[in-house]
């Protein structure tokens, strides 16, 4: 190990090489030779120690200048007290390892090794402060240091209470601790003045280094330790005994640059730079600034000659260290000692020695050995040797032991983040006392007096920035940032440090995802929300029950009353693990379960919130601003729809919305508060403003799909109120910030569609929305000291009327689609932009059905006889311009299923037209007018193109099925008309009869009566219908026609297939008996009509016999007849609830008697007619089988006159008497012919 020469720099920390003059090592510049994880065996005891140069501002080592024997030190050589890179950049190193520490000295390392904090070191210390610790049980001097805990780590610092004690007599800061001090510990105490010995001593080594370095690189004299610690001491004197204690801290006014970039020699970078990029800002340098060079003179500053990372067993430790080190020629590294040779080594200089090496990781010592200041002659000890020289005997494991027990004492006691702990124990005592001065400073007036309560809440806040940057691994530290970030801001005085406490609670704020799903549920328990600290009861517990047992009492009962813990003997320090930690340093700090989104938004605005006064109260024209009390509820404007002129002033509103949005790409600035731009208080609170209205977006979104609309009105209100105030500040307006807005709009336009259908709910939408809480009062309150907050008045205000609801969301989508065209945030977010086409497409239906369906209201309101009112025509056209925009609006984002919803709806506008020029004129005279067939042909093109949109039936069978049904129904429509009210002044029958065909027979072709669906039994009654009608056209036209013999039997035919393709479907449907029966009566007069043009009896009979077969068949229609008025009949003896539960319509009974006497007359007719043509053909000829056919006919028609004759019978029964005839004639055989 010895030997080794391997380089282990590593790279230093961002920030690190500001440090005036100093220079970082160079790869393989290294000057200690680095023990990458090697163990040392000491005296034969097996102790892990490894040390790593994270820094180091030392020049290559040089060879030591070996001295002649009888040089005498007492005479000063020439380069004395010259600044000399070789004893460290200031030259004032020459005090070698006894250099006084500066009592913020961890901090300046804490500083630059940032990503240590917290995090993997154990313990960040001078090196002098470890030594004292680990020989304590060694030593009778007394200890005195400050612990401060962040995260897992111990910052260690020297607390020279005598000199706070000189300090405090002048200024009277410190009075509370001297006051305790003197009460409780040592009451009789005084400073002890060093000895001229001590003074000569030093002297003695300064010139002992100096002539060493072989006087090479003398530079400017520079005072000497010697002076610095003397009694005549000059300058630095001061600086050593008083200034180097700040003062409690006050922030200073301006805040420039952290100490690592102060003497960049550039400006320094924006302080505020972090608050808006938290969590993205690319290098350590970029945290916001928190000292000047005026703080950075008071010690928090690392000015070490090189920072170690040593690790000694599993203590992790990051060390400062000022030692000078040698090297060169046979001796890569060696430290270099003085020693007089009339006094023996012991035991506690043993340990500084051997500590020194092992944290340098230097592998040999020299010692020069004097006598009165005479060199007589140099000694090599290898450093593994150092614990067994003679009278400086000590046991490596033994120092082990000491240091965890040290750590453990102090990871169990020091709980508190940002609470300065002070370990002490009195010169020649054997007890260690640790208190904790925060508590006991906080009983006195001023909590703020402690001076390291600003470096220490700087610390903090450092620490969580540099987690929150690393984005990779930052969700898991969440819970450790937010402790971190709470205790930082309970630290700090409000109106001292607004800067600071507007930054973490933004960074605070930040924490909390808005945009994601609760993902912190998954793997931790949730910690207690109101806890801010990260220690649970639980340890708490654990933490007396350690004081009061195995820390013992101590000898007076009243130290238990104030300190945290006790040691009673030093001696315990040495047991292996008497003190071994139950604890962790932090139990995992678990981030705050938020189990819905409103309690993570109502977190994050709170946040906020204390942000946003921070930076208000820290903007002093106060007297400029317009007089608001935050208590007071800023009312919300409400207004009817009347009092604002409709839909013409929302079109001005968005002219001047759109104007301003304009003015944003140029950048306009207009803040009330009299802010400066570019100030950090400007883009504080530009940041706070946004994530407030991010928390109100999202908290809007939440209130909306749980269908409370006016609470997601009033929150979408504030979020575009807090946007608007964004405008305003804003200098450059950022695309993802206009994105937002487009969203927010989009959002705001789907509650006021949302308000608009759920009109019946009004009353409580109201009261939801003027509800505010006093958190959101302040808030806005905030937003009113920088803008009116105005700009988007027209989107948020909850109208009464459903017209202008309507055109507000309709406007809300243009206004959102129009920011999406301003820069080019169409492409770089296509989703979002085909959503907003989709709903502009969408809300353009809604407002065309509304117009429409006010259309249809005036229409049945009009009289029959009068024309076409101008307030009708207006609103088909304003329908029609919302269905065309709505179309287009969905071409373009080829969504061809709504496109053709859209061209449907447009289809059925042009049906309702059709029908309200069908009502003019005279019922008697009524004609199916040009206008009709104008717009039925109209409605049918645009049915056709929304099949066309769709393509096929696979892309949307539902909207396919129904854009079918309605053009089947517009051409029946159309038919109907036509054939009912033919207009006969214009075209020829013939013509007439054509176009009904044709429009009839695409009707069918469009009805689909086989496809199993809801509409299955609707296409069949359809279907059944036309062939109805069609066959009735061609049985007239037959019964009309004269002439012509081809087309009169075309037409028979195709009356004939018509009427049996009626029948067929007619009997598929359980609900249309009524509809069957015309029809076999239909056809019964269309057999009875054919059999009129016949001569042969043979002929007649077989269309009689035809005739009757029709008759028998319709035994199903009477048989559904009966049923349901048998149904009919039983329901009010069944419970009430019966007429429900069958949907069907009940049987009109004027049209079953109607139906039932034609029936009764034409079968009566039939069988005579049968009884006359079988009885002529009996005389002729004599057969069987018409013999038993007329038997039966004569039966049945005696009955039937006989049941007609009786004008009693019920309904029923006569019906009953028909079901029976017609079973005996089936049977009878006729109908068999």
């Not at 000590?394 to 453990?408: E, G, H, P, R, Y």
């Not at 770089?828 to 809604?846: A, D, T």
Request: with cysteine; aromatic share 8%; net charge negative.
């Amino acid at each position: 190990m010895g030997d080794s020469k391997e380089a282990g720099a590593e790279s230093p920390p961002a920030g690190a090489a500001a440090r005036g003059g100093l220079s970082l090592l160079s790869q393989g510049e290294s000057e200690e030779p680095s023990a990458q994880g090697s163990a040392l065996f000491l005296g034969g005891n097996e102790v892990k120690s490894r040390a790593v140069v994270k820094y180091s501002s030392a020049p290559p080592r040089t060879a030591f200048a070996r001295l002649e024997e009888k040089t005498d030190l007492k005479l000063p050589p020439a380069n004395w007290l010259r600044e000399s890179a070789k004893l460290g950049p200031a030259g004032t190193t020459i005090l070698g390892n006894s250099k006084k520490s500066k009592p913020f000295s961890s901090f300046g390392m804490a500083y630059d090794f940032i990503d240590s904090v917290g995090n993997d070191v154990d313990v960040v210390s001078d090196s002098e402060n470890i030594k004292k610790l680990l020989k304590i049980p060694y030593s009778k001097s007394h200890v005195s240091m400050a612990v401060h805990r962040i995260g897992r780590t111990l910052l260690l610092d020297e607390l020279d209470i005598q000199e706070l004690f000189m300090r405090s007599s002048q200024t009277g800061d410190w009075t509370w601790l001297k006051e305790f001090y003197q009460r409780l510990i040592d009451q009789k105490w005084q400073r002890k003045k060093k000895s001229k010995e001590h003074w000569y001593q030093k002297a003695i080594l300064s010139k002992f280094l100096y002539y060493s370095i072989n006087g090479d690189g003398a530079a400017q004299p520079v005072p000497s330790a010697a002076e610095q610690q003397g009694p005549s001491s000059s300058d630095q004197a001061t600086d050593s005994d008083g200034a180097s204690w700040p003062a409690p801290f006050e922030m200073p006014s301006s805040v420039s640059e952290d100490p690592s970039a102060s003497s960049q020699g550039s400006e320094p970078l924006e302080p505020s730079y972090i608050v808006g990029h938290v969590a993205s800002a690319p290098k350590e340098q970029n945290l916001t600034t928190l000292f000047n060079d005026g703080e950075n003179s008071q010690g928090l500053k690392n000015d070490f000659v090189r920072n170690i990372l040593w690790t000694f067993e599993d203590i992790h430790m990051l060390v400062g260290s000022n030692m000078p080190i040698f090297g060169g020629g046979r001796y890569p590294a060696v430290s270099l000692r003085l020693r007089d040779n009339n006094k023996p080594i012991n035991v506690l200089t043993g340990i500084d020695y051997w500590l020194d090496n092992l944290i340098c990781n230097v592998p040999e010592l020299v010692m020069c050995f004097h006598v009165n200041g005479i060199v007589q002659k140099y000694e090599m000890i290898k450093t593994e040797e150092i614990p067994n020289l003679e009278n400086s005997n000590f046991s490596t494991k033994v120092i082990k032991d000491i240091a965890q027990n040290i750590l453990s004492f102090l990871k169990s006691n020091c709980t508190k983040e940002g609470h300065t702990y002070w370990l002490f124990k009195a010169s020649g005592s054997d007890i260690v006392k640790l208190y904790d001065l925060t508590t006991l400073c906080e009983e006195t007036e001023d909590k703020y007096q402690n001076p390291f309560t600003m470096p220490v809440a700087v610390l903090l806040y450092k620490v969580a920035c540099n987690m929150m940057m690393k984005k990779n691994q930052n969700k898991k530290h969440y819970g450790t940032i937010r402790t971190l970030l709470l205790n930082c801001v309970k630290l700090l005085d409000k109106s001292r440090h607004p800067q600071i406490i507007a930054s973490a609670n933004y960074m605070l704020s930040e924490l909390f995802q808005l945009d994601e799903p609760k993902k912190e549920e998954s793997s931790e328990s949730p910690l207690n929300e109101n806890s801010d600290e990260s220690y649970s009861e639980e340890e708490e517990e654990l933490a007396d029950s350690d004081e009061n047992g195995s820390y013992g009492t101590g000898s007076d009962p009243s130290d238990d009353n104030k300190a945290v813990a006790i040691i009673k003997s030093v001696g315990e320090l040495s047991v292996p693990e008497k003190y071994k930690s139950i604890h962790q340093i932090r139990p995992s700090c678990t981030f705050p379960v938020c189990h819905d989104t409103e309690e993570r938004c109502r977190l994050v605005l709170s946040y906020v919130l204390e942000g946003l006064k921070s930076v208000d109260s820290s903007i002093k024209k106060e007297s400029d601003l317009p007089a608001a009390d935050p208590n007071t509820p800023i009312p919300l404007k409400y207004e009817d729809e009347s009092t604002r002129g409709g839909p013409e002033g929302l079109e001005k509103q968005m002219a001047l919305f759109l104007d301003k949005m304009g003015s944003l790409q140029k950048g306009n600035y207009s803040s009330q508060s009299g802010m400066i731009p570019g100030s950090w208080q400007h883009k504080m609170k530009l940041q706070l403003i946004l994530k407030s209205s991010k928390a109100y977006y999202v908290l809007s979104d939440a209130a909306m799909s749980l269908q409370k609309y006016g609470r997601a009105l009033r929150y979408i209100k504030l979020a575009l109120q807090s946007h608007d105030t964004y405008c305003c500040l804003c200098t450059n307006m950022l695309s993802e910030v206009l994105l937002f807005l487009s969203q927010y709009l989009t959002l705001c336009g789907d509650i006021q569609l949302m308000l608009a259908q759920n009109a019946n709910n009004r009353a409580a939408h109201l009261e939801e929305f003027n509800y505010q809480t006093k958190e959101d009062q302040e808030i806005l309150h905030s937003l009113h000291r920088e803008s009116p907050c105005q700009g988007f008045a027209w989107a948020t205000d909850l109208s009464t009327d459903l017209e202008s609801q309507l055109s507000v969301s309709c406007k809300c989508y243009e206004a959102a689609n129009e920011i999406l065209q301003f820069s080019d945030l169409k492409s770089q977010n296509p989703e979002h932009y085909v959503q907003v086409l989709k709903r502009m497409g969408n809300i353009r239906n809604e407002i065309g059905v509304f117009y429409m369906n006010q259309a249809a209201a005036l229409q049945s309101e009009r009289v029959v006889s009068k024309s076409v009112s101008t307030a009708e025509q207006q609103l088909w056209k304003k329908s029609f311009s919302c269905f065309e925009k709505g179309i287009h609006n969905f071409e373009s984002i080829d969504d061809a299923t709504n496109a053709a919803l859209l061209l449907c709806n447009t289809g059925r506008l042009m049906r309702i037209c059709a029908q309200a020029h069908c009502g003019a004129g005279d019922e008697f005279k009524r004609e199916f007018s040009p206008e009709e067939g104008l717009y039925y042909n109209k409605a049918v093109d645009y049915y056709l193109k929304a099949l066309r949109s769709l393509g096929t039936r696979d892309l949307h069978p539902a909207v396919w099925d129904s854009v079918n049904w309605e053009l089947s129904t517009t051409y029946f429509t159309m038919a109907t008309l036509q054939q009912d009210y033919a207009p006969l002044s214009r075209k020829a029958q013939e013509q007439i009869e054509k176009e009904v065909s044709e429009a009839m027979m695409k009707s069918l072709k469009h009805c689909d009566v086989d496809s199993v669906s809801a509409r299955q039994p609707l296409c069949q009654y359809r279907a059944a219908t036309i062939h109805h009608r069609l066959a009735s056209m061609y049985h007239s036209c037959l019964r009309n026609q004269v002439g012509d013999e081809h087309l009169r039997k075309q037409h028979r035919v195709l009356a004939d297939l018509h009427y049996s393709k009626a029948v067929k479907l007619f009997q598929l449907l359980k609900d249309a008996p009524c509809e069957l029966l015309r029809v076999q009566l239909e056809r019964v007069a269309f057999a009875e009509f054919q059999m009129t043009s016949q001569n042969s009896n043979v002929g007649k009979l077989k269309t009689l016999s035809g005739a009757l077969d029709i008759m028998v068949r319709t035994k199903h229609a009477f048989q559904l007849i009966r049923k349901e008025l048998v149904e009919e009949f039983d329901q009010p003896k069944s419970d009430e609830s019966a007429p429900a539960a069958d949907p069907s319509p009940g049987l009109s009974r004027e049209e079953v008697i109607k139906l039932l006497s034609i029936f009764e007359s034409r079968l009566s007719f039939l069988l005579l007619q049968s009884i006359k043509l079988l009885s002529s053909t009996k005389k002729k000829m004599s057969n069987a089988e018409e013999d038993v056919v007329l038997k039966t006919n004569k039966q049945i028609y005696s009955q039937l006159l006989r049941a007609t004759a009786n004008r009693n019978s019920t309904l029923l029964e006569r019906i009953d008497v028909l079901i029976q005839l017609l079973d005996q004639l089936a049977r009878g055989g006729s109908g068999g012919q």
